[in-house]
């Protein structure tokens, strides 16, 4: 099992910046993909950003490209989302999601729906 905890979620007003942690935890060689993902209530969740754990590999989608970024540091089982320049329409509840098996993911069709195991989330709101 992979336990994952968000953590740097709070209220911004647009233009501004937040980032969000995730700790990752328990058998952590099965977590070979991260990914960010937000959900708004009513709308489908939306794959906002991936790596690929000990490669040079991201994904974002387009929503965010040149405004997010995701990095990680390995030594400390952390993944990072800085997002910057930020909108009202970013206002999600934001998750912290891995796989052990990665193919497609950050580019597959419904790759969101194969994530594995998944944290409870942080809010970011942003105000106008």
């Known amino acids: 099992q992979v336990q994952l905890t968000e953590s740097g979620g709070g209220s911004v007003q647009a233009g501004g910046s937040l980032q969000l942690s995730c700790t990752i935890s328990?058998?952590?060689?099965?977590?070979?993909?991260m990914a960010w993902i937000r959900q708004v209530p009513g709308k489908e969740r939306e794959g906002v950003a991936v790596i690929y754990r000990g490669m040079d590999v991201t994904y974002y989608a387009d929503s965010v490209k040149g405004r997010f970024t995701i990095s990680q540091d390995n030594a400390k089982n952390m993944v990072y989302l800085q997002m910057n320049s930020l909108k009202p329409e970013d206002t999600a509840m934001y998750y912290c999601?891995?796989?052990?098996?990665?193919?497609?993911?950050?580019?597959?069709?419904?790759?969101?729906?194969?994530?594995?195991?998944w944290g409870k989330g942080t809010l970011v709101t942003v105000s106008s």
């Open positions: 999601a891995t796989a052990y098996r990665c193919a497609g993911v950050g580019y597959g069709d419904n790759w969101v729906a194969g994530m594995e195991y």
């Open positions: 328990g058998d952590t060689y099965r977590a070979n993909c």
